[in-house]
């Protein structure tokens, strides 16, 4: 029984390990590409593009797009008074658009004014 329990124990931890989303460092810039500074926010709340649920937008020249390589909540609790589902904060970034989503390669959030 005890083997049972141990082998289902290991099993659980494995998969959850595995089921872990890896992310790219985002908060080191390549040297070597142009940092921009965009405005940040909430993609449906500030920026009002369609979508199921709150998720990190950047808005360049006018246009938003989703992000993909960052999370809403990796800056802070999103609808906090000075989160982005509350307010667009000014972010530098580096990345590209791919298929109408920013691909992004470096995120610093800018203090707040």
Known sequence: ???IL??????IFSVALH?????PD??????SK????????????QFHLKGKSC?????INGKSYYVDGADINSFGDAHSKDGFCESVRKAEVQ??????RY????FKLLPSN
């Open 1 to 3: 029984m005890k083997k």
């Open 6 to 11: 141990s082998l289902v124990l290991l099993l």
């Open 19 to 23: 089921a872990q989303q890896k992310h």
């Open 26 to 31: 985002i908060s080191k810039p390549d040297p």
């Open 34 to 45: 142009k940092i921009e500074t965009v405005e940040a926010s909430c993609g449906k709340c």
């Open 55 to 59: 998720e990190l937008a950047v808005r």
């Open 95 to 100: 990345g590209k658009i791919v298929n109408g």
């Open 103 to 106: 691909k992004v390669s470096y």
